[in-house]
T-cell receptor, first 111, second 115 residues
């Protein structure tokens, strides 16, 4: 199966910047998604990358390097409400929009 | 509007019960998905429907039976479940064409407990 690796836990301070890394296997790659999930709630869509480079959306940005099998999610001006799990998900080629999720990174934002 | 709704929010059932989970979306999406998520684990794909036809079954045991009666509704029928099936069951939907438009939007989930 696809191996998607991301750190298990991270901590950061309110107002700071944090970068969550994700690596994946390049074979069969057809897009990379980031989702946010608060405990006990549904994942909510944050960003999508299929070409190399940076996608910026307000306080959140996501970067992709297809040759390196690498992505990161950058969160700026952290707020307490950003404490959540962040899931990296690779879409596989093959036509059925199948997502394989990483285990998620639990981010704790402290005052 | 990117809302996917699921009912019930919580469900407790015995191993001999038959129950159903329901999912609904009105975004005009033609692909719908069932995922299972255990605590502190990522969502795992169970089934994919595309244009109301089953496209992917990830080797899910037959005690889980999906049904897509129309393009807005997705059901998951449960029968003779085991305690290890206790989990959060998430429904998602997306458009079908490739690219950014096929982002999957998730419902709030049904938290299932099997006694």
């Amino acid at each position: 199966g696809q191996n998607i690796d991301q750190p298990t836990e991270m901590t950061a301070t309110e107002g700071a910047i944090v970068q969550i890394n994700c690596t994946y296997q390049t074979s069969g790659f057809n897009g990379l998604f980031w989702y946010q999930q608060h405990a006990g709630e549904a994942p909510t869509f944050l960003s999508y990358n299929v070409l190399d480079g940076l996608e910026e959306k307000g306080r959140f940005s996501s970067f992709l390097s297809r040759s390196k099998g690498y992505s990161y999610l950058l969160l700026k001006e952290l707020q307490m409400k950003d404490s959540a799990s962040y899931l990296c998900a690779q879409r596989q080629s093959g036509g059925y929009n199948k997502l394989i999720f990483g285990a998620g990174t639990r981010l704790a934002v402290h005052p | 509007d990117t809302e996917v709704t699921q009912t019930p929010k919580h469900l407790v059932m015995g191993m001999t019960n038959k129950k159903s989970l329901k999912c609904e979306q009105h975004m005009g999406h033609r692909a719908m998905y069932w995922y299972k998520q255990k605590a502190k684990k990522p969502p795992e794909l169970m089934f994919v429907y595309s244009y109301e036809k089953l496209s992917i079954n990830e080797s899910v045991p037959s005690r889980f039976s999906p049904e897509c009666p129309n393009s807005s509704l997705l059901n998951l029928h449960l029968h003779a479940l085991q305690p290890e099936d206790s989990a959060l069951y998430l429904c998602a939907s997306s458009q079908v064409q490739a690219g950014r438009t096929d982002t999957q939007y998730f419902g709030p989930g049904t938290r299932l407990t099997v006694l």
